[in-house]
């Protein structure tokens, strides 16, 4: 071996080394991102539609309760967002920019109903129906999330879903009592289930 090639070789066997921790804790981040990435931009995406759409019923409600739940949907479900684009951060994990093309298509329909028939449709589909799927998604992350951060979002997270769900299911009983015919034919796409349009997955 040359004199060059043997001064040059602290040097190589640094820089594989140096190359094979980054390599290392770069498979780590793609372990991460594997395991817990879906349910981060599902969340996202669930997220975005829920304050979307609770904004559409702040206007469109002809129920002063209807108007109130959707208040605070938007007001908890906003903070959560906030909370969540944080924590993406932190994670590298890059988040969708709006709910997905199937989610828009549910606020769209949403958008041409009036009156009783919307708040009913609100308080069935978003009310209960989305946060009883949000919840045993959030549910089942709490139990096998591999990041403790993530852990910790969700575990904070459940009795916010779990408070919403609550306020929508004790709605006066002139609102709740029609919820279980009005417009069964064209249901909303449920929580954190995916996008039937899009094939992508859907958030929180």
Known sequence: MSTTAMRLLPLLMALGLSFGVAAA???KDDKLARADRKFIQQA?????????????????????????LATTLARDHSKANDELVRLANSKKVELPAAPPH??????????KLTGSEFDHRFLREVGIKNHEEDIRKFEQESAKAKDADLRAWVDKTLPTLREH???????PAAEA???GNRGAAQPLSSGLSGDRDSGNPTGR
């Open 177 to 179: 009592s029609k919820m």
């Open 102 to 111: 199937g989610k828009r298509k549910d606020i769209e329909k949403m958008a």
């Open 165 to 171: 769900l609550a306020m929508a299911q004790k709605m």
């Open 44 to 68: 996202a995406e669930s997220g975005m539609f829920e304050v979307e759409i609770a904004r559409l019923a702040e206007s469109k409600a002809s129920s002063p309760d209807v108007r109130e």
């Open 25 to 27: 804790e770069s498979t």
